[in-house]
């Protein structure tokens, strides 16, 4: 049976899927209805378990259809699916053109099984821990997110902004200019950090990262073990003439003794293009199941054991703390938000932290950038997972774009009449940095863009008016904050609800007023 | 054109041009550049029709919209888009109203017409949702971004008392007529929104008016650049809860429409359909004693319409 068109179809399924996951987090125009993301990105491994967990939904069995692939036929995902895997694959190739080599030229490597059963022992730990700051900065696919919206959608809407410049001269205004607000310099260090990582080791090693590092390619390696198909070389007609070897991004096939493992094998397919002699088949390997499973019992239980506990030292040293935010810097009464403000949807600060691994696909996708990555908002459990900044902007009162998206169900699906009286956080007026009180001038600013009128304006003195919070309707969207012209420090802040509640409707109260039948001038 | 007048108006362009910017800021070429044109009224008010209908009864006791508008102009329209809301709420202006002006615009001849505001809520939802982008865009009008501080440019406002500059969208400043059409609303802090107040939506930074005496600021802005044409939407009128309204609840529907070249006038009149008296708006008196306009309306000569 000659396989070598599988590597074709690899291929192309990987460029298309890597092109579609990829347009999410570059459409920063709101093109793509939020219906299709989920039907794309359900397949990443970790989100949707993450997602089954919480949600238990059908939607998220995207990791069980990869569990059953993988139980069939290896590591499918890694070349087919995994949008850093395809990321590495790219950067590869190119090194190839520029190397101006007619193969690559890779060969066998050992396996670092310790190192990678490490990093999955630690990611495990994250993930029961609830210390999501492991997952996030694991999860191949959120790294990649994480890429995407900080390096390929920057560019691409700067690119976007440097066109709107010029079309603007001549008073064309199809495009439009996107203003970014520029993250902390701790995560732009996170992510440089991890784009070297992953140039560093697909220029020179292939796919060593995913067999090294990756928690999810050490998990699916486990399982790949005991797949029902394995790939593997025909002792009888094979040549032990390399090729295949040169070619094997995961270093995985030893000619010498004529041997594929299997478990770093990432489904690339181009051994199979090369061989000659047809010696590489995928073959029926159910019944070695049984013997493998034991030997790996024997090996690898105390080594798991071990790093599990040092993993638990680890975490138990790292303290989660909730740094207070400066909402302002220098006025009359500085004020701070002591409690974060999640995404509504987010049900409560602690389950979001626990179930979010930081893709950044909803800070791409959202439309008025009040998703920011963030700091040390949430502490350092949360580092880089999404925050609402409401000195970038504020929550949309008729948008749930962040929780139509989000892949692991860290913002839960929520319908628009919910979001609405949905109370992520209250309001609180700080009359003594207020413009009205310290410039006996209207202002208004804060009440004006309230959406439920929570923040209103009520009567003070020299016949001024001052705003006033009714707690109970306000939800907590950032308007009145983001619109507050005081500085440096605002006059009215959102503090975080740590569980979201519900707020009370708004008042719909209909007013009788009558039209006179003349004019009244 | 002859060769000679080209070279001749090339070189008188340049020499205004130059001149200009050697005294002031690139704004100040346009600031105040208002077709003045002999009109039989002072002010417009139409009442009991539906908004498209009480344009075109306005617009012909005034002469038409070529009063305003000659052939090969750039037009430039300014509702109030601020809010991501449906156009039953009246938060925003009325798209009938918005399309049937551009219409007009085009039917004497406007060379473009372009439609922004800088909106509160996320820009491209309220472009949409109000109805207004589309109505734009169906009337063959430009749609154009209010939203990135790259499309503002800094003037100087030699009238403003607190106002001293703003940063005004560029289409203000190169539009050859700019028509304000706002709706009428009541409104937190300054008690309404009409012409003056809708042109916030033309600067940058609104927190600098809000720092300095919102009132002031409101009237020095309103001496920078005259609108050369008002039109007030008072067909649904947002009565409370105002500038954002919460439900529709807040809207009562009392089909009004005023035209005017004279923002204060315009206000006057509107302060007076939504019941109150135009002194108990503060901007509005400011203004009236800044010379912007008259807001005393026994003083003007006006066209009373009933469809």
Redesign the interface.
Known sequence: MNLAGLKKLRVGFSILYFILITCFFLDF??LIPSSYYKTIVFLQFFPSLLQFKSLLTISSIGFIIVIIITFFYGRVYCSFICPLGVLQDIISFITKKIRRLKQYRYTYLKSYRFIRYSFLAVFVFGLFSGFALILSVLDPYSIYGRIASGVFRKTIVETN?LL??GL?KI?V?SL????LKPEHWTILAVLLFFIVTIILFSVFRGRLYCNTVCPVGAFLGLISKFSVFKIELDKNSCTSCNLCSRVCKAGCIDTKNQQIDFERCIACYNCMTVCSENSIQYKLRWNKKLAIRTEINKNDNSRRQFFAITALIFAASIRKSRAQQVVTDTATKPTGRDIPVSPPGSVSIDTFNASCTACHLCISAC??HVLQPSYTDYGLIGFMQPVMDYHT?FC????TKCSEICPTGAIKSIKIETKKITQIGIAHFVRQNC?VRT?K?????C???????AV??VPWKQGL?IPEVTPDICIGCGACEF?C???PYKAIYVEGNDEHKMANE??????E?K?EDD??? | MKRRDFIRKSVSAGIFTGTALSFGGYGKIFANTVNDPELPYDLVAVRDGEPDLMLDKALEVLGGIQKFVKKGQTVVIKPNIGWDVEPEKAANTNPLLIKRIITHCFTAGAKEVYVFDNTCDNWTACYKNSGIEKAAKDAGAKVAPGHSESYYQKVNVPGGKNLKDAKVHELILSSDVFINVPVLKSHGSAKLTITMKNLMGVVWDRRFWHRNNLNQCIADFATYRKPDLNIVDAYNVMTKNGPRGVSKADVVTMKYLIVSTDMVAADAAAAKIFGMEPDQVNYIQLANDMGVGQMDLSKLNISRIKV
């Open positions: 125009t709101g902004n709107v410049s603007q008073n205004y439009y200019h996107v203003d439309p008025t902007g949309n009162f008729e948008c413009i410039e001038t209207d202002c208004g600013a009440a004006e863009h309230c959406p439920t009128k209103r304006m008016v619109a012209p005081t500085t708004p008042d719909k109260e209909k007013q007023i039209v004019f009244p001038f």
